[in-house]
């Protein structure tokens, strides 16, 4: 019995050896210290770097900064910078590619200026560590990310300059490094430069042309396969960072431009991108936040004076220069103060880069361990006043962008949105459900609603039992992306007529329908199943043929008809295609008459879509077919039609189906009925009287007519 409890006092003895009780000590730090700072309003991040202290070796002792703790400290580091390059709007990045480049410059330029003064001439270094340490003070580590991503504003303009600022001001950074180290050695020559462009262009082109290639065609190989997907991400990101190390920058670059490479092929809203922020968010970017706490020497601060100024300094000439360049950004480009306090939140935190160029320096002897321990300090600090800055000013730019929106948002129509989705056929309905996924308002609380109707017989019952549980599947779909998908059945005579019922019943806004399958005599004779869904419903309908993965477009071509912004749901399904554009990072090109476009200009400046958008004039809609010879095989072909009796409907949009069947037999298809009329305007008691219900009697009749009319003349 001694033996036993003297075994068990050995696993206490610090620093913990124990690998299983090491994991679970930080696992219940990570899971305990964010709620209990939350009481005294000190954000998650905070917690986390503090009790890195208060653990680490400088601390308490209880742990030590083994290999283990480097490993999935490093993972950490390298899943923040990979989770910023792929949360990059890259349509607006590359709209707002100079402001990152301007915005690079300013805090690349202000801190250096700053601080090279400071340690020559006040803290009296020499001028390789003078130079080393001000460049020190230009690096910045995303570490309040996972704030503004949380908040969901990480598609916001002040966050995309300032991870684009990122990227260019770290490897500016990393370069002087390299050369720094190498005038001090002695080594800087011409074969160290063409050696350093010559690597960076073979990775470049490696990340950009070649890994593109890789992961579309592993995810359409095995697009069942979902868990092989995110191995398949976690091993790119880990291949480039070493490819980066090895052109002779620091892997987190490699990293970035990882996030940067599959940008286009992870959509926001997928299933994939929820697993890495899930699992990220929930255990490597914390483990790294704890082990920058453990750097910290509390003891350096009561060692002497010199530390304490060097400390102070440092710190203090690191936030000027960050403030300063924030400033000057809000100043060129126009931003709000709380924009402004964002850039500097996020820029302003000292700890990746930060690290390598003082470790780097300090074991080649450039820097003496004041400058480490001083660095250290910095590190905390900046970290903890660049959390309180971000959390306060994303809460600010919410704020802002919902007064902006006070037009759209007080609507019910769209608070309230509720997709539906009939089905007819199980194996088509993946890809329908992850577009109705992409296109959902995240701030509706209705969910994606898959109807089956089944047939009114003695079997009935039955075949709910089945249609609900073959179905029941794709509600694993949407949880494993945060979407809520209900499964409701049905019974009823005629699918389209139970269709109509259910959407009044939800009161859905969208009908998302798969493509038609080819109709038979006596479809033809009395109408097909689509056409009798559009005349009982005036719901916004898409009717979809994705003849492959959505993350394989390249554009969303779009062709609307003269007189379709009259329409009632022009704004709805507009502002849906741009949300799909914005999700698959792909832009849209629109083929319309002017004042079509004049009035989508004015939608994507009411709403601040942020989708990339260029406009082509076409008006010959008599045979619209030719634009057929405009669109490539990843295209995303869109066609807005209209219900027969509506503003914008034309004669030659009748058949649809088949005359694009026919034609774009290779490409996705989106078919867009916009919504006719406004919604509980109360006229359903009279839907039997109205108008409409006249003229789709006359066309029923005239449809009869001309198939029967078809159908003599094929047998002459």
């Known amino acids: 019995m001694t033996d036993f409890f003297q075994h068990l006092m050995h696993e206490f003895d610090l620093p913990l050896k124990n690998p299983v009780l090491v994991f679970s000590l930080i696992l219940f730090i990570i899971l305990l210290s964010p709620i209990l700072l939350r009481k005294l309003n000190i954000p998650g991040i905070i917690g986390l770097i503090i009790s890195g202290v208060v653990i680490g070796p400088f ?73 080393l340490t001000a460049s020190m003070f230009a690096t910045h580590t995303l570490v309040a990310y996972p704030i503004v991503s949380k908040l969901g504003i990480s598609k916001n303009e002040a966050v995309a300059i300032t991870v684009g600022g990122t990227i260019l001001t770290d490897t500016a950074v990393l370069i002087i490094l390299a050369v720094i180290v190498g005038n001090s050695q002695g080594n800087i020559s011409a074969d160290f430069w063409i050696r350093l462009i010559i690597s960076l262009s073979i990775f470049s082109a490696i990340m950009f042309l070649i890994i593109p290639r890789i992961a579309k065609w592993f995810f359409q190989k095995l697009e069942s396969e979902k868990h092989s997907h995110y191995i398949f991400v976690l091993s790119i990101v880990f291949l480039a960072a070493f490819l980066a190390e090895v052109a002779g920058v620091e892997p987190i670059i490699g990293a970035f431009v990882a996030g940067l490479a599959l940008n286009k092929l992870i959509p926001h809203s997928s299933a994939l991108m929820n697993r890495i922020e899930f699992i990220g968010n929930s255990l490597f970017i914390p483990f790294f936040l704890i082990s920058v706490g453990m750097l910290v020497d509390i003891r350096v601060i009561l060692s002497g004076p010199t530390a304490l100024i060097v400390a102070g300094t440092l710190s203090l000439v690191a936030l000027f220069g960050k403030w300063f360049a924030a400033f000057f950004s809000q100043l060129v480009f126009k931003y709000s103060s709380a924009q402004r306090q964002l850039i500097f939140g996020l820029s302003s935190a000292h700890a990746a880069a930060t690290l390598a160029v003082i470790l780097v320096g300090y074991k080649a002897e450039i820097l003496d361990e004041n400058i480490l321990n001083g660095t250290i300090v910095l590190i905390l600090i900046t970290c903890i006043v660049a959390t309180f800055a971000t959390e306060k000013a994303a809460k600010k730019v919410i704020i802002e962008s919902d007064d902006d929106q006070t037009e759209l948002l007080k609507t019910n129509y769209y608070n309230n949105e509720h997709i539906l989705l009939p089905i007819a056929n199980v194996d088509s309905i993946e890809k329908l459900v992850e577009f109705s996924i992409f296109i959902k308002n995240k701030k509706s609380p209705n969910p994606v609603s898959i109807l089956s109707v089944v047939s009114n017989n003695d079997e009935a019952e039955v075949n709910i039992i089945k249609a609900r549980n073959k179905l029941e599947e794709f509600v694993k779909q949407g949880s494993a992306s945060e979407t809520r998908v209900s499964v409701i059945t049905t019974i009823d005579h005629n699918p389209a007529s139970g269709i109509a019922r259910i959407s009044r019943e939800i009161m859905a806004n969208i009908i998302v329908l798969g493509w038609p399958k080819s109709a038979g005599f006596i479809d033809k004779i009395i109408g097909e199943k689509v056409d009798t869904i559009l005349n009982n419903t005036d719901k916004t309908t898409f ?156 066309e029923k009749i005239q449809k009869i007519k001309k198939n029967i009319g078809a159908i003599f003349k094929k047998e002459e």
Request: aromatic share 14%.
């Open 543 to 698: 009717i979809c043929h994705l003849e492959k993965p959505l993350v394989l477009h390249k554009r969303i071509i779009i062709a609307a008809p003269p007189l379709t912004e009259f329409e009632n749901g022009f704004e709805h399904w507009l502002t849906k295609m741009a949300k799909l554009a914005q999700e698959l990072s792909i832009p849209i090109v629109l083929y319309c008459v002017d004042e079509t476009k004049i009035s989508v200009q004015k939608v994507f400046k009411k709403s601040k879509l942020s989708a990339a958008i260029t406009f082509i004039h076409f008006d010959d809609w008599d045979d619209f077919l030719i634009l057929s010879r405009n669109i490539k095989e990843n295209d995303f072909f869109v066609l807005v039609s209209a219900r027969k009796g509506a503003t914008s409907y034309l004669p030659s949009l009748e058949n649809l189906p088949t005359k694009l069947e026919k034609h774009f037999s290779d490409n996705s298809v989106l078919l867009v009925y916009p919504q006719q009329f406004y919604q509980n305007v109360g006229s359903d008691h009279y839907e039997d009287i109205n108008t409409a219900s006249l003229n789709i009697g006359i």
């Open 59 to 131: 601390g308490l002792n209880i742990l030590e900064k083994n290999a283990a703790i480097e490993l999935f400290s490093t993972i950490g580091l390298l899943y923040i910078m990979f989770i910023a390059g792929l949360e990059l709007d890259m349509n607006q990045f590359k709209s707002n590619k100079n402001k990152s480049l301007l915005f690079g410059f300013f805090t690349f330029f202000f801190p250096l200026s700053i601080g090279f003064p400071v340690c020559y001439y006040f803290l009296k270094l020499d001028f390789n560590a003078s130079l």
